[in-house]
């Protein structure tokens, strides 16, 4: 099976723009999850979809916003992009099974650069 | 909230010793704890994952981690290090609203020959 996949790997943007990021789930996976991953704050969840439905937010502003499709691929959106955003963005896949507690499958990031 | 803190930023070892990466969680009810590593441009690959099944936990790549409730630890342990164990090493738990992962800092794994 493919594994995760996200698109594109880089990106260079500047402040104030929008930009759109973009995950493949593994195949049969329902739910997507992203995360973003800085030198200063680490790795810090996102948000969570299952169903096309947002089920967990974290605690980043109305500036980080997802959509996931009825093939459960995923799109995160970044608005008025400002410096701290430059980052590697993670998606993460999973089953969304029976098993109480599931692998996260990690893709390869999209590293964005805020200029 | 759940959290965990990795002791150790940096922890160095050579070829063949032991490897000992720290992690201790911080949680009200019994938590569900990963150990993730990441080598370089590349994404999270999951090492192994406690669920309450057993206390001791076997992962991929000779790695293994024991749930020490009294301790509230989860250290990460491989018995010899290979050159290509270099990497960054992340510990998780799984937080209360449920599949969101709360990960440490990161501890980076130097080995030298």
């Known amino acids: 099976k493919a594994g995760v996949t996200q698109t594109p790997r880089y990106l260079i943007k500047t402040r104030g723009q929008q930009v759109t990021l973009s995950c493949s789930p593994i195949s049969g996976h329902r739910s997507v999850s992203w995360y973003q991953q800085t030198p200063g704050q680490g790795l810090q969840f996102l948000f969570e979809?299952?169903?096309?439905?947002?089920?967990n937010k974290g605690n980043f502003p109305g500036r980080f916003s997802g959509r996931q499709f009825s093939n459960s691929r995923s799109e995160m959106n970044v608005s008025t992009l400002e410096l701290g955003d430059s980052a590697l963005y993670l998606c993460?896949?999973?089953?969304?099974?029976?098993?109480?507690?599931?692998?996260?499958?990690f893709g390869p990031g999209t590293r964005l650069l805020v200029l | 909230a759940q959290s965990v803190t990795q002791l150790g930023s940096h922890v160095s070892v050579s070829e063949g010793a032991l490897v000992l990466l720290r992690c201790n969680y911080s949680?009200?009810?019994?938590?569900?704890l990963f150990w993730y590593v990441q080598y370089p441009n590349q994404g999270l690959q999951l090492l192994l994952k406690?669920?309450?099944?057993?206390?001791l936990v076997k992962g991929i790549n000779g790695f293994e981690a024991e749930f020490k409730k009294s301790e509230t630890s989860f250290h990460l342990t491989k018995p010899s290090a290979h050159m290509s164990d270099a990497a960054e090493y992340f510990c998780?738990?799984?937080?209360?609203?449920?599949?969101?992962?709360?990960f440490g800092k990161g501890t980076s794994l130097l080995v030298t020959p």
């Open positions: 993460a896949s999973r089953l969304a099974g029976t098993e109480r507690i599931e692998t996260q499958y």
């Open positions: 406690y669920t309450s099944a057993a206390t």
């Open positions: 949680s009200s009810v019994p938590p569900y």
């Open positions: 998780a738990v799984s937080s209360n609203s449920g599949y969101a992962l709360n």
């Open positions: 979809y299952f169903s096309e439905t947002q089920r």
